[in-house]
């Protein structure tokens, strides 16, 4: 009779679940190429008077020369310099001073730059964005500038940051052959090496039409905002040099690695780092529906088991990140005052295991499924977040409909499929144990 109620509680849920997702908002959209190449993906949106405006370049740290890594997101701070038609230092103040908000951010994958603005704001952003693809200021005052600027954000975010090192630490050791073997932040000294030239080169490479989208969302009539991409983008030329795309294949992992890395911190963490299949593939879905298991909200595995009723960990957490390329699962803790790091490892290691070798329950499966619904619905609540989202599933899957279609993928997820694939990827021979470690635990 338990059994039987239960059942029909999850059949209610699963029903009310799949209602609720047939019910969600379509995002309507329209795209098209220019004849330089560049995409465009239109969004119109009159439920408030603004516009936002992104353009995604295909081009992250991993597009990079080994001996040159850093340049990714070095440009994405060069670029804000101005421009043969903006001054120096004038391009923050002209959004801010239109009522507007900018900003960008460099992956591994891609550069993404972006503003929100009033809506009657539009043509001024859609000529800045034209003037940074052509007429970007890329001299050697800009270069010198910027160069203290990154060694600054390098010093305070990551070397300075208790734990800033964790990602570099993960995926050095992590990958043997594969660009993401190094990070965005990349290393100094190949900024302080690099040539005006090579600078110079690298825009001429990456920062073409032919290798961008163009995304605009909000209070815009869309007659119009096409009369203004022309007149803005029509005629910058596209890119003639071959735009380098890494197809490098990490070998598979056979045997479980185990580093240990000290640093400025006061108490001891343990990473464990699974390699993963890139984005949208089944598995990559099914591994974003586990590490949220292990890890969202106060009822999580992790946050029950090892905080809550161990007290073994102070912070704990697990997360996929979305990469293009088969990318890096992560799961980590810090330690409590006076625990070890073996025993929060195992701690760890035992609800990995679960997931492993036993289902998820009925119930639990669906709060996972209402979980990933509100999560994936809410991203697109803000305009900003659906000109993300759609210059996103254009540049790595080719598709933007993704954004209205995304969700079946997850519904699709079976409980057997979770145990199934955390068996293939969660086992230690395709993981990599890191203790990050107090320098005041190491022997002298």
């Known amino acids: 009779m338990v059994k039987q109620k239960a059942f029909s509680v999850w059949m209610l849920g699963a029903m009310l679940f799949a209602g609720r997702a047939m019910a969600q908002t379509k995002i309507n959209f329209s795209e098209y190429t220019l004849p330089n190449g560049l995409h465009v993906i239109l969004h119109e949106d009159h439920s408030t008077p603004i516009v936002a405006v992104g353009v995604m370049y295909h081009v992250g740290s991993k597009n990079e020369d080994p001996q040159r890594t850093g340049f990714a997101h070095f440009f994405e701070h060069l670029l804000f310099e101005g421009s043969e038609n903006i001054g120096r230092g004038e391009y923050m103040k002209l959004v801010q001073a ?7 951010n460099t992956t591994q994958d891609r550069t993404y730059y972006y503003e929100v603005l009033p809506s009657n704001q539009l043509e001024l952003a859609l000529w800045m964005e034209s003037e940074r693809m052509l007429h970007a200021k890329i001299d050697t005052i800009g270069v010198e500038t910027q160069r203290k600027v990154v060694k600054e954000e390098k010093k305070q975010r990551y070397d300075n940051t208790p734990y800033g090192q964790l990602l ?7 990958f043997t052959k594969h660009p993401y073997r190094w990070t965005p932040i990349g290393k100094e000294q190949y900024i302080d090496q690099a040539k005006l030239s090579e600078f110079m080169d690298f825009y001429k490479t990456f920062y073409v039409p032919n290798n961008a989208v163009l995304v605009i969302g909000g209070d815009i009539d869309e007659a119009k905002t096409k009369a203004y991409i022309s007149k803005y983008f029509g005629d910058i030329p596209r890119g003639t040099k071959a735009i380098p795309r890494p197809d490098v294949v990490e070998p598979e992992q056979t045997a479980e690695k185990r580093v240990t890395f000290y640093d400025n911190v006061q108490l001891p963490a343990v990473i464990l780092a699974y390699h993963m299949p890139k984005m949208g593939t089944e598995d990559n879905y099914a591994i974003q529906l586990l590490t949220q298991l292990l890890s969202q909200g106060k009822s999580s595995r992790f946050q029950k088991a090892i905080v809550d009723e161990q007290q073994k960990a102070l912070a704990v957490g697990a997360f996929a990140i979305p990469n293009e390329d088969p990318g890096v699962a992560m799961m980590f803790g810090i330690a ?17 295991d679960k997931v492993m070798n036993s289902l998820v329950s009925e ?12 999560d994936f619905i809410s991203q697109n609540q803000r305009v900003s977040g659906i000109v993300d989202n759609l210059a996103t599933y254009y540049t790595f899957l080719g598709n933007a409909n993704l954004i209205n279609t995304e969700l079946q993928q997850y519904n699709k997820i079976t409980r057997e499929d979770l145990k199934r694939v955390a068996a293939k990827y969660f086992n230690k021979n395709n993981r990599l144990v890191v203790y990050y470690l107090p320098k005041s635990m190491e022997k002298k």
């Open 336 to 352: 409590g005052a006076g625990v070890k790091p073996e025993d929060l490892e195992k701690s760890m290691e035992t609800e990995v």
């Open 168 to 174: 570099s630490v993960v995926y050095e050791n992590e």
């Open 98 to 104: 239109a009522g507007g908000q900018l900003n960008a």
């Open 363 to 374: 119930e639990e499966f669906q709060k996972l499924r209402n979980q990933t619904e509100n």
